[in-house]
């Protein structure tokens, strides 16, 4: 029975239980099994909000979403939508990296763990085919991870015929997207087309493209391992990616090197290229600290202060563009915004025994409070510090470059005193007793 083999497969994955999930739905035949699987299951015991994102591409697209609100309504479940407006003749490339950045954007302020996908083993054979095409390295053979990021895919495992038989023995209806049978999209394409023909030589074609997959799942996996099994190397994670020691990355083997550096930039969320790799092997050898390498699609690669930095910010590897960097209010009790690419949640809670000085969490007496751009000339006064300190004293002691300092985000008090930056540095000034009623701002890159 397909909902038993996703609960011995939920409990197999190992997710926590009572989460906040987004459930990403879009009215189509696999995404409405995925929501009426995880509301019979009760073994994970997550707190369910359905997402639809309707992109403005298909006249029916405002009539899809009212189905799917009533979908989620019969289940007793939130829902949550979003309208695009990307037009008729949108790519499938620029509709994913859409679709993808406001699910971030919805799973941020739903306070969510995960947007939970209904990807599945067609959709999986399919992407590896569609990376073979497109010239990729072995890593990207490996295709679309259970768990990346943000995004969990709990129907990985599963076919699609299986799907839609579950969906005709629950009699449910489901939309069928016109641009899933458009030969026009690649994807399609390769769906309706060239797997059928290839099937008809090589019945089993399906099952050896995901055999190459979990084959290039295990590689890549253990070149994630390595990364913090390399003596020297010290993977760190970083505000909007990763950063290795550049030192001794330079110093090996062009290969490994170049290797490194590429399951670097994966762990830190993107996808390098093997030439792109070795200029930037070549940079970090040459460039002096402070230097910047574009490495494409809004990552660069940094030399700060003997660190190699990928940076850069997205959902499984989609830079999302930052919007404009202006002053906005903490307020009430709960609440969420953005700023540039931070996002910051807030509520309140009890104040923990302690805090710590450069965390990305800080717990503050209720108040309003107001957050800014880093300015020259701040000054934090810091906790179990003595007397003031300028904050770009604070940022260079935590080897924030240059150039991201302008757009760091600085939580002010009423009086416009400076007590938090992010990561970096907490004020002695609003510390509440701890156990006292107390509101904790969460602020991290998305």
């Known amino acids: 029975m397909l909902l038993r083999r996703l609960e011995e497969h939920l409990q197999e994955m190992a997710l926590s239980r009572g989460a906040r999930v987004l459930v990403a739905v879009s009215g189509g035949p696999d995404s409405v099994a995925l929501l009426d699987l995880l509301a019979a299951t009760a073994c994970h015991g997550w707190q369910l909000v359905v997402a639809h994102v309707d992109h403005g591409i298909h006249p029916e697209s405002p009539r899809i979403a009212e189905s799917v609100e009533s979908l989620a309504t019969s289940y007793g479940v939130a829902f949550r939508c979003r309208r695009l407006q990307l037009g008729s003749g949108t790519s499938e490339t620029v509709a994913r990296e859409a679709r993808y950045a406001i699910l971030e954007a919805m799973r941020i302020e739903e306070h969510a763990a995960w947007i939970v996908t209904a990807h599945h083993a067609d959709d999986q054979a399919e992407t590896v085919l569609l990376r073979v095409l497109g010239g990729t390295g072995p890593a990207g053979l ?31 209806p489901a939309w069928e997207d016109p641009a899933n049978s458009d030969p026009r999209h690649l994807r399609s394409w ?87 790799a070795e200029r930037a092997i070549e940079f970090l050898v040459q460039a002096q600290s402070g230097s910047r390498m574009e490495l494409g699609g809004g990552w660069t690669l940094g030399l700060e202060f003997g660190r190699a930095k990928l940076l850069g910010a997205g959902i499984g590897g989609t830079p999302v563009e930052a919007p404009p960097v202006s002053g906005l209010e903490i307020a009430g009790v709960q609440g969420a915004a953005h700023f540039g690419r931070w996002a910051l949640r807030w509520r309140q809670e009890p104040a923990p025994d302690q805090q710590p000085r450069n965390g990305l969490a800080a717990w503050f007496i209720p108040g309003a409070l107001r957050v800014r751009p880093w300015q020259a000339g701040d000054n934090i006064r810091p906790l179990k510090g003595r007397g003031s300190r300028l904050v770009v004293k604070c940022f260079q002691e935590a080897k924030v470059a240059r150039p991201d300092r302008s757009v760091w985000p600085v939580v002010l008090d009423s009086g416009g005193q400076v007590i938090w930056v992010p990561g970096v540095c907490r004020s002695e000034n609003l510390v509440p007793q701890p156990g006292a009623e107390a509101l904790r701002v969460d602020a991290q890159i998305t």
Do not use: C, K
Request: hydrophobic share 50%; net charge positive; proline share 7%.
């Open 190 to 276: 390769i769906r309706n087309s060239l797997l059928p023909l290839i099937r008809v030589r090589l019945p089993d074609v399906d099952a050896q493209l995901l055999r190459v997959s979990r084959q290039a799942g295990i590689e890549r996996m253990a070149w994630d391992r390595i990364l913090d099994m390399i003596p020297g190397l010290e993977w760190r994670p970083e505000p909007g990616g990763g950063s290795v020691a550049a030192a001794p990355l330079a110093a090996y083997d062009s290969t490994l090197g170049n290797a490194l550096l590429r399951a670097a930039a994966r762990r830190a969320g993107f996808t390098l290229g093997i030439e792109r």
């Open 142 to 172: 490996a295709a679309m991870a259970a768990v990346q990021g943000s995004i969990v895919r709990p129907l990985l495992p599963f076919r699609r015929e299986e799907l839609a038989q579950y969906l005709l023995d629950r009699n449910l």
